[in-house]
């Protein structure tokens, strides 16, 4: 496996880590306010970075490691910054966070478009 799908599984799971105890904790304490941003680490941060790891994985052979790694850096900063953003917007309406919250959805954007690219590339390349 190469070392970019590694680390897209390791940062999944602590995501999923994550995710997991702050649903639990919600559960106990019955307060869903946070569930929006507790869905959002879960579905950014654990399964798409898991589809992620699992391209890179299958593609080991053909795939571009700067493209990869760029998509695991915009990937991580993205969940990093929107994820803890959206919780304390949730917990207060603070507005003036919004468009931090932006920041971090496009940091996820241009994580799926190198994404997009690196499948691009690999549905093109010649093959025998
Ligand atoms: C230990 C594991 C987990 C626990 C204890 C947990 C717990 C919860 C709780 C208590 C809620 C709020 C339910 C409500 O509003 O009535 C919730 C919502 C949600 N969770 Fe989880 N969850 C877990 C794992 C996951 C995972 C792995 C995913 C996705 C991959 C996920 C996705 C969602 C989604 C999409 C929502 C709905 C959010 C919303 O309504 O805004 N959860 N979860």
């Known amino acids: 496996m190469p070392r970019v799908s590694a680390a897209f599984f390791m940062t999944g799971a602590l995501c999923l880590a994550m995710g997991m105890c702050w649903g639990i904790a919600m559960a106990v304490s ?3 306010a946070l569930a ?4 959002h680490l879960n579905l950014l941060g ?3 970075m898991s589809i ?4 890179y994985a299958l593609t080991r052979e053909t ?4 493209l990869a790694w760029i998509n695991y850096v915009c990937a991580t900063l993205g969940v990093a910054v929107m994820i803890p953003t959206l919780a304390v917007f949730l917990a207060t309406g603070n507005q003036a966070l919004e468009p931090v919250i932006g920041i971090g959805s496009l940091l996820s954007l241009i994580a799926l478009l ?3 690219i690196s499948a ?3 549905l093109k390349r010649p093959r025998l």
Do not use: I
């Not at 929006?36 to 869905?39: I, K, S, T």
């Not at 992620?52 to 391209?55: A, N």
């Open 52 to 55: 992620y790891g699992t391209f």
């Open 46 to 48: 654990w399964v798409t």
């Open 36 to 39: 929006p941003a507790h869905a």
């Open 114 to 116: 190198t994404f997009a």
């Open 30 to 32: 019955q307060n869903f």
């Open 63 to 66: 795939l571009s490691p700067r």
């Open 120 to 122: 691009f590339r690999e």
